[in-house]
């Protein structure tokens, strides 16, 4: 048995049916028929901060991943968190799924994403993906940027010197890598002098 019924609005519907045969015999109850009008869209997945760095092999830095729901006249609709981890990485939720009202109606939870302490220095994109549980061909992804990065520590010993000296010098210095990488060219880094106390500033390459 079919039933074509007229164009209806947004929202949320029961239709009730009830059977007989063909001498009345009718059925004692109802059988209800429940269903709902809406529009469905993608989410929309913000990551905050989008992009992190560090110095620290096996680090762990923490992003905010929010989930806007962009249905229109739905239900409070949840979503499946999932993300793309580089091998020998830890990547974690604090949540793997989130729920909210739909027009708008956002969520938010945290991935922590820790390097493997093998890493090399760079730039690394874990890509996150919101998907619809109510109907997975709606889905977003966004990317939680995480870079490695050389840090050098400047060691210079200078000699005693009274302020009336107007004398130029010549100091050794040395450049000592400050991560546990083993990745961290210094050719074509920039190297700079501050003199506090005489307000001079000189950069330099290497």
């Known amino acids: 048995h079919s039933k074509t019924l007229p164009t209806l609005a947004f929202g949320n519907y029961d239709y009730y049916a009830r059977c007989k045969d063909i ?4 059925n004692p109850s109802d059988k209800i028929i429940s269903f709902e009008i809406c529009q469905r869209f993608n989410p929309t997945v913000v ?8 110095e620290a092999l096996g680090a762990t830095l923490t992003y905010t991943v929010q989930v806007t729901n962009n249905d229109v006249a739905c239900s409070t609709e949840s979503f499946a968190l ?3 981890c580089p091998a020998g990485w830890t990547c974690t ?3 793997t799924s989130l729920s909210m009202a739909s027009g708008g109606g956002s969520a938010s939870t945290t991935l922590s994403v820790t390097s493997a302490a093998a ?14 549980q109510a109907d997975p061909t709606f889905s977003d992804s966004e990317n939680a940027n995480y870079e490695i ?6 060691q210079m010993t200078t000699p005693k010197m009274e302020s009336s000296q107007l004398v130029q010098n010549t100091w050794p210095v040395n450049l000592r890598e400050a991560g546990s990488s083993s990745s ?16 001079l500033f000189t950069p330099d390459s290497c």
Do not use: M
């Open 23 to 26: 001498v009345n015999n009718k």
């Open 47 to 54: 990551i905050t901060p989008a992009s992190q760095l560090t």
């Open 82 to 84: 999932t993300r793309t």
């Open 93 to 95: 939720f604090a949540s």
């Open 119 to 132: 890493a090399t220095t760079g730039a690394y994109a874990i890509p996150v993906t919101a998907t619809s």
């Open 149 to 154: 990065i050389c840090v050098y520590r400047l």
């Open 184 to 199: 961290c060219p210094l050719e074509g880094g920039k190297l700079a002098f501050k003199i506090n106390s005489l307000n």
